[in-house]
């Protein structure tokens, strides 16, 4: 009996770096491995888009089309080039109007794309009507999506067989053009048997020619299983990744599915042990200075009770550490659960994922639902689209109250085009006020990195990779780095130092000052006679200083905007008065308690 033909989409270039390194990898250190795995017989790539396309300009100092264009060029034109859409997002982690989708796809297109697979985090059908129609305009494949996941325990209401069915019906109703379905589950923690029923239910429900394939991670430890009951219902594509950015947070390996699957009545797509092997230790080569996460590289039982995607797990812990706190994961990732709960159960992937850890890592540090992260807010008050549950009224209406936002029924799609700060021409006119060419290129980078965009395009960006090779010892095992900024006592007297270290772990401590004493972070304090100071409660970087000496604040007021964890952080004054200092500056790098501002 002839055995049926599966095809294989490799990740390892677009989710197997995001799982891996947060996406943090060199175009120029990974195309040797590209071309490995075109000679191994590889022609279907998934190789940008999704996080893939900002890490570039974030902390790489690369062009993101220029990537694609020289991926094309090495895997010939006829090789299937995949890259991921966030639905209204697109590649944004904010809703984009109408004129800048057709952009999105307009450049995609021109930059090497055949196929964009385009999802929406909530299942919100409305969410994939007009990306979907600019992406088959533009003359690609578009494959439409349907997220999964399991819930925590004993939460009900979506993420069962009936509410795929469900999405699936609403999908075909909206009459959204198609070429292939795909059912992501990007945190990996859905059943094999609810694998099973759901890929059957769409091969019954879908017309025969429809290509269906499942996108799974390892995360949660069951990832082959689904995958060899996803084909045993039907499915005709699977997505897999190479040694050593597959397995654990990532896909699972090409090797182990082509294991999996001997003697059954499947065929990986041709693939051969010995040319995959081949590949592999190319990318291997590739990627041996880079240092790999522990945690990339595991499974954890307790992802399906805090289910967060592999591509998100370790950008979540590359930019803790960053910022000194991967102490605090275990707690961020289990208050996750009721975050999730109250959050409406949109899909626990790219936004919708952020939003839960930001809301999850606001709920540690600054106790439970005090501030809430604006993308988990927005997404509550309806302005991502529907969620598939109601969420909380309660948080519902903390959202409205601190946000200072009503609730919304109107579209994503709809509200991004009643924003003028959203249209295509207020992007060129911020382009080009910032001294650079408005090519359509340049203006979509703006759009999707905002101020980052702009620095990369001015040549100010920095590259921000973790290598083996300016690691020290301590770090590359894992452990907190020692530079960063603390305070010591010294024969009962605090200072305030600076401590710097060298590649070769040489620790330096400089500029040591006495400190001020400062009551806990979370609480403003005294320093003289009505004066108050305002520290910070999470480290983080400077963005924004809306205030300056001498300017009469409201209790209340913000005064400055942190960043972290992708996260915008309110710093209010705590009370009616006038400002008296400000003590960092635009992009400082600030630690937990640092002062940041006095008033009086």
Not at 182 to 206: E, H, N, Q, V, W
């Amino acid at each position: 009996m002839a055995k049926k033909l599966i095809d294989i989409m490799d990740t390892t270039f677009r989710d197997g770096f995001q799982s891996v390194f947060g996406g943090r990898v060199l175009m120029e250190d990974f195309f040797p491995a590209v071309e490995a795995a075109k000679e191994a017989g590889i022609n279907h790539f998934e190789f940008g888009g999704g996080a893939r396309f900002q890490t570039l300009f974030f902390y790489l100092n690369e062009n993101a089309f220029d990537m694609m264009d020289k991926f094309r060029e090495i895997v010939g034109p006829d090789a299937n080039l995949q890259t991921l859409s966030r639905g209204v997002n697109t590649v944004m982690l904010d809703t984009a109007s109408s004129e800048v989708i057709d952009l999105y796809a307009k450049l995609f297109k021109k930059h090497g794309v055949t196929t964009i697979r385009n999802f929406d985090a909530l299942n919100d059908v409305e969410n994939l009507k007009y990306s979907g129609k600019a992406i088959k305009e533009a003359g690609m494949k578009h494959e439409v999506v349907v997220t999964m996941m399991d819930l925590p325990p004993g939460c009900t209401g979506a993420h069962d067989v009936p509410f795929y069915e469900r999405t699936l019906k609403n999908i075909l109703d909206s009459e959204i053009e198609f070429d292939s379905v795909c059912f992501k589950d990007a945190s990996g923690t859905s059943s094999p048997r609810k694998i099973y029923d759901t890929i059957a239910m769409a091969k019954k429900l879908l017309p025969e020619d429809v290509h269906v394939r499942l996108h799974t991670h390892e995360t949660a430890g069951v990832s082959v299983s689904c995958y060899l009951a996803a084909l045993e219902a039907g499915a005709d594509g699977i997505d897999l990744a190479a040694s050593p950015v597959s397995g654990g947070t990532s896909q699972p390996d090409i090797l182990t599915l082509l294991h999996a699957t001997k003697g059954s009545k499947f065929d990986l797509g041709g693939l051969e042990l010995d040319k995959i092997l081949k590949y592999e230790e190319a990318l291997k080569d590739c990627l041996s200075d880079y240092f790999i996460p522990p945690e990339a590289t595991q499974v954890s039982p307790l992802i399906p009770f805090a289910p967060m995607p592999g591509g998100a797990l370790t950008a979540n812990t590359q930019m803790m550490r960053d910022n000194n706190t991967l102490d605090k994961f275990p707690e961020v990732l289990k208050a996750m659960t009721e975050v999730v709960e109250k959050g409406g159960y949109g899909t626990s992937v790219t936004p919708v994922s952020q939003f839960y850890w930001q809301q999850a890592y606001a709920n540690v540090v600054f106790g439970k639902w005090k501030q809430i992260a604006p993308g988990y807010g927005k997404m509550v008050l309806g302005y991502f689209g529907k969620t598939p549950v109601e969420p909380d009224p309660e948080i519902v209406e903390l959202a409205s109250k601190q946000l200072k936002l009503e609730p919304t029924t109107k579209s994503a799609l709809e509200l991004a085009n009643e924003d003028p700060t959203k249209s295509l021409e207020h992007y060129k006119k911020l382009t080009v006020d910032n001294g650079i060419e408005p090519t359509d290129e340049n203006v979509f980078i703006v759009a999707s990195c905002g101020d980052k965009g702009i620095k990369f395009l001015k040549g100010e960006a920095e590259i921000n990779v973790r290598k083996l090779s300016n690691m020290n010892n301590n770090e590359s095992k894992g452990s907190k780095k020692m530079a960063g900024q603390y305070t010591v006592v010294v024969n009962g007297v605090k200072y305030n130092v600076d401590v710097v270290e060298g590649h070769d772990g040489e620790v330096k401590v400089t500029n040591a000052e006495p400190a001020k004493e400062s009551a806990p972070a979370t609480t403003p304090t005294t320093s003289g006679p009505g004066s108050v100071e305002i520290h910070t409660q999470t480290p983080g970087n400077v963005w924004k200083i809306l205030v300056k000496p001498g300017d009469s604040v409201k209790e209340g007021d913000t005064i400055m905007i942190l960043e972290a964890m992708k996260m915008e952080i309110d710093i209010p004054a705590p009370q009616d008065g006038v400002i008296k200092t400000i003590d960092v500056k635009v992009d400082d790098t600030v630690s937990d308690g640092q002062l940041l501002a006095t008033m009086e």
